[in-house]
């Protein structure tokens, strides 16, 4: 199946510094990319969309200005979160679609303090 | 109401048992189905899809109800490594909704 990888795998930072989080599409080309978020025990709640070469599109209650995204090319999508505090502390997960099967990247666990 | 509801589990079964699980969603429209398993802290991976006739893979079974909007996996003869999250997936124009999960632990 296609590979999408996502990095890094985990990071922690200080309250009220900015975080990159850089999702790939290795082996196939991704005009469109999605950026989740799932809170323990929680589900996938999506985040935005992202599209290559235009404005991500972001879900109700989503920050654009807090959560960047930025999908330059047709493989490389990056998610900022920017000023974070510890309600950010989540795991983020990208994803692309090939067809109707999503494909994941490997999740970044992020813990501010 | 959610857009997709699953029982959390947890269920915890004997290897070699048979556990089903259920899912339901709200949306009539929705086009396309799945189960996805999410392994403790990774990422989700397609298990399998949903078709309208059921469909089988292996020890894995999937249905679908449109009438009542319910999905269903059969697992049988489960194995310690089928221990996992078990997640409902729901297509509606390519906006994918996710279910909650359903926690399984196969024990020995």
């Known amino acids: 199946g296609a590979v999408v990888s996502q990095h890094p795998s985990w990071v922690i930072c200080k309250s009220g510094t900015s975080v990159k989080i850089e999702c790939r599409s290795l082996d196939f080309q991704a005009t469109t990319m999605f950026w989740y978020r799932q809170f323990p025990k929680q589900s996938l709640m999506l985040m935005a969309t992202s599209n290559e070469g235009s404005k991500a599109t972001y879900e109700q209650g989503v920050e654009k200005d807090k959560f960047l995204i930025n999908h330059a090319s047709l493989t490389l999508s990056t998610l900022t979160v920017t000023s974070a505090h510890p309600e950010d502390s989540s795991f983020y997960i990208c994803s692309a679609r090939v067809i109707t099967e999503a494909f994941f990247g490997q999740g970044t666990r992020l813990t501010v303090v | 109401r959610k857009e997709v509801e699953q029982d959390p589990g947890p269920f915890n079964v004997p290897e070699g048992a048979t556990v089903a699980f259920n899912c339901t969603y709200s949306?009539?429209?929705?086009?396309?189905f799945f189960w996805y398993r999410q392994d403790c802290r990774k990422e989700p991976k397609l298990l399998m899809s949903v078709y309208s006739s059921g469909n089988e893979d292996g020890r894995f079974t999937a249905q679908l109800n449109r009438a009542s909007q319910y999905i269903s996996l059969l697992i049988r003869d489960s194995k310690l490594s089928d221990s996992a999250t078990y997640l409902c997936v729901v297509n509606n124009n390519n906006d994918m909704r996710f279910g909650a999960g359903t926690r399984l632990t196969v024990k020995p």
């Open positions: 949306n009539s429209a929705s086009q396309s």
